[in-house]
């Protein structure tokens, strides 16, 4: 004769069903830490982008006027790897009577300077702005 082993209520173990309701719940809970960590991929990539924007704003800003000197008017762009920038030179207006410098040996011009560029994942163009004071000896 054959005998058969039923499972009894005493007997330790998981079932089929307890596995798989762990199994989603795992794989739900790494969906979401893999999303949190594209989400700080792409902040950090952002921020990267953002300050080498600002530095080639800055250095824009630094290098009117020493190579060429400032006129009014003046308008250039240029591209610089992944950025696209412009720099505009106005006259400033002064008031003679309260500016501390002689308005006979100097200029006051606002550098102004824009940086532009894609955001890779979002393809919205982002930008920097910056605006300087120079001055320019009078020849």
């Not at 005493?10 to 596995?19: P, V």
């Not at 003046?74 to 501390?100: C, K, M, N, Q, Y």
């Not at 560029?117 to 300087?132: A, E, Q």
Request: aromatic share 8%; glycine share 8%.
């Amino acid at each position: 004769m054959r005998t058969i082993n039923c499972p009894t209520r005493d007997q330790s173990g998981f079932t089929l069903l307890e596995t798989l309701v762990t199994l989603v719940i795992l794989s739900v809970g790494v969906l979401l830490f893999e999303r949190s960590l594209a989400g700080s991929f792409h902040g950090i990539s952002a921020a990267d982008q953002r300050s080498a924007a600002v530095a080639l704003a800055l250095r824009k800003l630094e290098e009117a006027g020493s190579e060429a000197p400032l006129a009014q008017g003046g308008e250039t762009e240029g591209e610089t790897g992944r950025f696209r920038w412009s720099l505009l030179i106005e006259p400033a207006e002064t008031d003679t009577a309260v500016s501390p410098v002689d308005p006979h040996e100097f200029v006051p011009y606002w550098v102004a300077v824009s940086v532009r560029w894609r955001d890779g994942l979002l393809s919205t163009p982002v930008s920097v702005h910056f605006r300087r004071l120079k001055l320019e000896r009078r020849p």
